[in-house]
């Protein structure tokens, strides 16, 4: 596609309840990135993934923090039994090769957890 | 790990005013990246500028790797230029940002 693309674009949810959330990268681009940023914070790092796999997951902040990319496209983070706390804008970036290109937004997933 | 530091962490201006943002790294890094957050949320990608000097309309970047630092200058301020301004680098495979400059431009 022309740019990153994330759905949902606003996402309420119970407490407890589990989210899906989707990002679909620039065609082409092999590094994928979840970023967490809370309200009037700065950008949190959850994850990156070089092609499928992902190398380093210690930004993720709890074990109910998963996350996959199948096909080297489309990544799904998953939060199981929402929190609160959990409440955030998740944002996805994707580059053509990590580290060394320039990295695209999408326009985040706003997720509200009441 | 590496740190990424911006200044000022605010800054008000009148319309038409020019500034300076900076941001200093304390390792040597990848690439370095400008961003522009703007009041929904959204990430724009204003230069990607490891090295050297970039111009785009009212905005330039200049960074000087072996001295640490990036430089962001806005000239001729517009409303639309309020947000905030993010810059990060690339570490151990991460994008590591700085707390940002939030700039606000008055009418």
């Known amino acids: 596609g022309a740019g990153v693309s994330q759905s949902p674009s606003n996402k309420v949810t119970e407490k407890g309840k589990d989210v899906e959330l989707r990002c679909d990268p620039i065609?082409?681009?092999?590094?994928l990135y979840w970023y967490r940023q809370s309200l009037g914070q700065g950008l949190e790092f959850l994850i990156y993934f070089q092609g499928n796999s992902a190398p380093d997951k210690s930004g993720l902040p709890s074990d109910r923090f998963s996350a996959e990319r199948t096909g080297g496209s489309v990544s799904t983070l998953t939060i199981q039994r929402t929190q609160q706390e959990d409440s955030a804008v998740y944002l996805c970036?994707?580059?053509?090769?990590?580290?060394?290109?320039?990295?695209?937004f999408g326009q985040g997933t706003r997720l509200t957890v009441v | 790990g590496i740190q990424v530091e911006q200044s000022p962490p605010d800054l008000i201006l009148q319309e038409g005013a020019n500034s300076t943002l900076r941001c200093n790294f304390s390792?040597?890094?990848?690439?370095l990246q400008w961003f522009h957050q703007n009041p929904w949320g959204q990430l724009i990608n204003l230069f990607y500028?490891?090295?050297g000097t970039k111009q785009n309309g009212r905005l330039s970047a200049t960074t000087v790797a072996t001295e640490r630092y990036s430089l962001l200058y806005i000239s001729s301020s517009q409303t639309t230029d309020s947000g905030v301004y993010f810059c990060?680098?690339?570490?151990?495979?991460?994008?590591?940002f700085g707390k940002g400059t939030r700039l606000h431009i008055l009418p």
């Open positions: 500028i490891p090295s």
């Open positions: 970036a994707s580059s053509f090769v990590q580290g060394f290109t320039e990295a695209f």
């Open positions: 390792d040597s890094v990848n690439n």
């Open positions: 990060a680098v690339v570490r151990d495979d991460k994008i590591i």
């Open positions: 065609s082409g681009h092999t590094a």
